[in-house]
């Protein structure tokens, strides 16, 4: 299963080490391929973004928005909508991909 999750929330005011618990935590715990999706025109900039912050351990890939699907962490419309990564929810993200995961 993937988990794909919007490039809007890797980037400030989200926390880069949130993020990364969530990539983390979606890899090794749930064996869920991780993916970001982003505009095909700014995917450099995310990989760049992401290795400089030691955030890109556990992306597989960046892909364009509705290319693949799986359980989505999103800012609207997603299985998880959330307006940021951040440390107050994360807790609730975790959960959440672990009840969308064990469906599977």
């Known amino acids: 299963m993937l988990t794909l999750i919007s490039s809007d929330l890797c980037e400030p005011p989200s926390s880069t080490a949130c993020f990364r618990d969530i990539t983390l935590y ?3 715990f749930l064996d869920a391929e991780v993916l970001l999706e982003c505009e ?3 995917a ?3 990989w760049k973004w992401l290795r400089e912050k ?3 351990d556990f992306v597989e890939d960046i892909v364009e928005a509705g ?3 799986g359980v989505s962490i999103r800012p609207q419309k ?3 909508s959330v307006p ?3 440390y107050d929810n994360l807790n609730f993200i975790v959960g959440s991909l672990k009840g969308y995961h064990s469906l599977r």
Request: proline share 0%.
């Open 44 to 46: 450099d900039l995310y």
């Open 54 to 56: 030691g955030a890109w």
């Open 78 to 80: 997603g299985n998880i």
């Open 67 to 69: 290319q693949e699907y």
């Open 40 to 42: 095909k025109e700014n």
């Open 26 to 28: 979606s890899s090794c």
């Open 84 to 86: 940021r990564i951040y």
